[in-house]
Antibody, heavy 125, light 107 residues
Framework: QVQLVQSGAEVKKPGASVKVSCKAS????????INWVRQATGQGLEWMGW????????GYAQKFQGRVTMTRNTSISTAYMELSSLRSEDTAVYYC??????????????????WGQGTLVTVSS | SYELTQPPSVSVSPGQTARITCSGD??????AYWYQQKPGQAPVLVIY???ERPSGIPERFSGSSSGTTVTLTISGVQAEDEADYYC??????????FGGGTKLTVL
C-alpha cells in the first residue's frame, strides 16, 4: 500500500537546524509531489511547501522562504525537509504528504493523500 | 494570499447530521478538499474535488459547494466521527491554504 514513513522525534536548540526525512513506498516516488505541513500543539495545519521529486523543483510558502529547504534522494525514495534558524515557535509536528494535482474540465486540483505519521520537532534551550 | 474560514466547533448527537462549512473568496474558482484528524493521528482525506469520496471512506461523508462556501456533511454521525476537520484549497500557482479547523463533538 502507499505509505510515507517519517524519521523520529528531534530536540534542537534555538538557532540550530533540523532535517526530517520521509520515505515513500507503494508507488513511483518520482510521479507525485511531496508536501510538508506542520502543526503546533493544539493548533491547525500550516502548509510549508512542495517538492517535485522528479525534477527537484520546489515551491515554498512565503512565511518559510529563506529558512526551509526541500530535497530528495530518488535512489531511496526519500524526501527531506530542512528548517534552519530554529526558534521556539517552530516546535510542532511536521508531516509529509503526497500531493496529487492536475487539471480537469473544471480547473486545477491538488490534494494530499496519504500523509506520513508525523515527526515532533521540539525547539528548546 | 487568501483565507479559508471554518467554525471552531460543531456539536451533534449520535445519529444526527453534522454540517461543517468552509468559506473563502477563491472557492468558486477552486476545488476544496476535506481532512479528518483524530487526536494523535495524521490527517486523512475524506472528500476531494468538493464532493468526491475516496475509497474506504464511509458513505455518510459527503461534500457540496455553493458560491464561496463548501460544506462537509456527515449523515448519521457516529461516535467515531468525533475529530477535527480541515478544509483545504490550492491554486495553480502552487499555493496551498488550509482552513483553521473545526472540532466536531459527538454529544
Amino acid at each position: 500500500q502507499v505509505q510515507l514513513v517519517q524519521s523520529g522525534a528531534e530536540v534542537k536548540k534555538p538557532g540550530a537546524s533540523v532535517k526530517v526525512s520521509c520515505k515513500a513506498s507503494g508507488y513511483t516516488f518520482t510521479s507525485y509531489d511531496i508536501n510538508w505541513v506542520r502543526q503546533a500543539t493544539g493548533q491547525g495545519l500550516e502548509w510549508m511547501g512542495w517538492m517535485n521529486p522528479n525534477s527537484g523543483n520546489t515551491g515554498y510558502a512565503q512565511k518559510f522562504q529563506g529558512r526551509v529547504t526541500m530535497t530528495r534522494n530518488t535512489s531511496i525514495s526519500t524526501a527531506y525537509m530542512e528548517l534552519s534558524s530554529l526558534r521556539s515557535e517552530d516546535t510542532a509536528v511536521y508531516y509529509c504528504a503526497r500531493g496529487l494535482g492536475d487539471y480537469d474540465s473544471s480547473g486545477y486540483y491538488y490534494w494530499f493523500d496519504p500523509w506520513g505519521q508525523g515527526t515532533l520537532v521540539t525547539v528548546s534551550s | 494570499s487568501y483565507e479559508l474560514t471554518q467554525p471552531p466547533s460543531v456539536s451533534v448527537s449520535p445519529g444526527q447530521t453534522a454540517r461543517i462549512t468552509c468559506s473563502g473568496d477563491a472557492l468558486p474558482k477552486q476545488y476544496a478538499y476535506w481532512y479528518q484528524q483524530k487526536p494523535g493521528q495524521a490527517p486523512v482525506l475524506v472528500i476531494y474535488k468538493d464532493s468526491e469520496r475516496p475509497s474506504g471512506i464511509p458513505e455518510r461523508f459527503s461534500g457540496s459547494s455553493s458560491g464561496t462556501t463548501v460544506t462537509l456533511t456527515i449523515s448519521g454521525v457516529q461516535a467515531e466521527d468525533e475529530a477535527d476537520y480541515y478544509c483545504q484549497s490550492a491554486d495553480s500557482s502552487g499555493t496551498v491554504v488550509f482552513g483553521g479547523g473545526t472540532k466536531l463533538t459527538v454529544l
